[in-house]
């Protein structure tokens, strides 16, 4: 069955910096737009950032532009998200997702990796 198995996460100070990966298996990968959701306690599961399967065109939450980035390697089947320039509101559960086609919507999303927790302390 497919896998999503993200990486990364821990406890950082704001202003800090990580760096998500997440690896699939058992997954045409080059064949799905692959976005990165989080959710904090309480709150909804929001989109973070999304990349479409070859073009390299890429997707932001307002929040998180100009200081997050997605990228991908389609040849190691692998997506990464670097988070630069930390803040506290940025403390969730991250998780990778992918999807037959881009989209803001949980539900359109195919596949799920269980999540890698990022802290940021003040």
């Known amino acids: 069955q497919v896998q999503l198995v993200e990486s990364g996460g821990g406890l950082v100070q704001a202003g800090g910096s990580l760096r998500l990966t997440c690896a699939a298996s058992r997954l045409t990968f080059s064949s799905f737009y692959m976005g990165w959701w989080r959710q904090a306690p309480g709150k909804e599961r929001e989109f973070v950032a999304g990349i479409v399967r070859t073009s390299g065109i890429t997707y932001y939450a307002d929040s998180v532009r100009g200081r997050f980035t997605i990228s991908r390697d389609n040849a190691k089947n692998t997506v990464y998200l670097q988070m630069n320039t930390l803040k506290p509101e940025d403390t969730a559960v991250y998780y990778c997702?992918?999807?037959?086609?881009?989209?803001?919507?949980?539900?359109?999303?195919?596949?799920w990796g269980q999540g890698t927790q990022v802290t940021v302390s003040s």
């Open positions: 997702a992918a999807s037959p086609r881009p989209s803001g919507l949980p539900i359109d999303y195919n596949y």
